[in-house]
Every structure is written in C-alpha cells, then in structure tokens.
C-alpha cells in the first residue's frame, strides 16, 4: 500500500491569508486527488491532477484554489485568499492504475 | 451525475453482535466500484472493502462483507463480531470507471460499539 504524508498536519491562518497544503508521496503516482470535509460533513471532492495537469474539478474549487507539482515529486493545493468557509480537513489521495484511492493523514485547517 | 445516500446518521451495536451499514447510489452507468471507507477519530480515511459492479459475487474481507443488489442499487455492510476498534464513522463511496475516477461520498454513518 502506498505510503502518504501531508504537511502540516493542523494550520491556522487568519482570513484572507494563503496557505499552501503539501502531499507527499513516498513513490510515483499517476493519479493525485485532493477531497474536503468540513467537520461533521461527507467528504467532497475538490479535484484531480494526472500527467501534471487538472483532469477534472468541481464546483468548490473555484479560482481561489490552485495545484501543481513544482518538484515532480510533492503535491500541492494552494488557497489564495482563504474564509472561513474554508476551515475543513483536507485529505489528499493516489492512484495508480487500480482500484483503490489511497488517502493521506489529512490536513486540518482552521480560517480564523 | 451520481449520488450516494446513507440513510442512517448513526447506529450502535452490542460488542461481538453483527450490524449492518445500508448505502444506496444512484447511477446510469453499468459499469463502477463500490467502496466502505472508516473513519476513526483520528480523522484518517481507511479502505475497508471494495466492490466491482461487473462481479456477481460480494465481496468479504475477514468480518466485513457485503450486500451488493446491482438492480436495487443497494450497497449495505455487514460488519460480524464487531469489536471496540470497529467504532467510526463509515463512508460509502462510488467511482465511475470513466474520466477522473473521482470518488463520491455519503453523509456517513456513525457505529458506536457497546461493550
């Protein structure tokens, strides 16, 4: 099974500010997801990343969110200007070519 | 597009007792997976069993098994002598085979085990 870490594990930040979310893969992936639970909520997706490019996105991940892989290896999502909408636990996961999405510890974020 | 419904918040079962997780889904695909996330208070997501929409046959993994009715679109989870670590909260999830592969949660179901 794939190992995944994320960094920070807890971040708060002041509204308005950005924030940069890392997902660290411990070997090469094909296919990265970032999902979000707002506490006490399902989880939702937010979007998917495959040969260094956005495959898919919904409807949260609007223009204040971007994600890149700036050094081939780690995976980022970045908020620009978070609210307080934004507090939530945010989960990043691989795939290869199986069936299962392999989920990180999880980032928790707190806007305050 | 798809949805997932797990029409009970929360449900409690004695330890060593069998309880039993329900998920519907609504999809116009034929082909998909089917998938039992926990969640325990650490907050970490766990596979604790998948399901291919094309196999017949339901799938177990040591006490957990499942229902899977592929006409009714019903996806339930049994989990049999259920023990103290078994406490979580449990998601249903669906991926289609197509595009992304996104996968698409329920509200999740909260088991609580009595000792």
């Known amino acids: 099974e794939p190992e995944v870490t994320q960094t920070p594990s807890h971040q708060v930040t002041q509204m308005g500010q950005e924030v940069i979310l890392r997902c660290v893969p411990i070997s090469n992936h094909l296919y990265f997801y970032w999902y979000r639970q707002i506490l006490g909520q399902k989880v939702e997706f937010l979007v998917s990343f495959y040969n260094n490019e956005i495959s898919e996105k919904s409807e949260i991940f609007d223009d204040q969110f971007s994600v890149e892989r700036p050094d081939g290896s780690n995976f980022t999502l970045k908020i620009r200007s978070t609210k307080l909408e934004d507090s939530a636990m945010y989960f990043c996961a691989l795939r290869d070519r199986g069936y299962e999405q392999y989920f990180g510890p999880g980032t928790r974020l707190t806007v305050t | 597009a798809q949805t997932v419904t797990q029409s009970q918040p929360e449900m409690s079962v004695q330890e060593a007792e069998t309880v039993t997780l329900s998920c519907t889904y609504d999809t116009s695909e034929s082909d998909y997976y089917l998938f039992w996330y926990k969640q325990p208070p650490s907050r970490q997501m766990i596979l604790v069993i998948r399901?291919?929409?094309?196999?017949?046959q339901n799938a177990t993994e040591n006490r957990f098994s499942v229902n899977f009715q592929k006409a009714a679109k019903s996806f339930s989870l049994k989990i049999s002598d259920s023990q103290l670590g078994d406490a979580a909260m449990y998601f249903c999830a669906y991926r289609s085979i197509q595009g992304a592969q996104k996968l698409v949660f329920g509200q999740g179901t909260r088991l609580t085990i009595n000792p």
């Open positions: 399901q291919e929409a094309y196999k017949q």
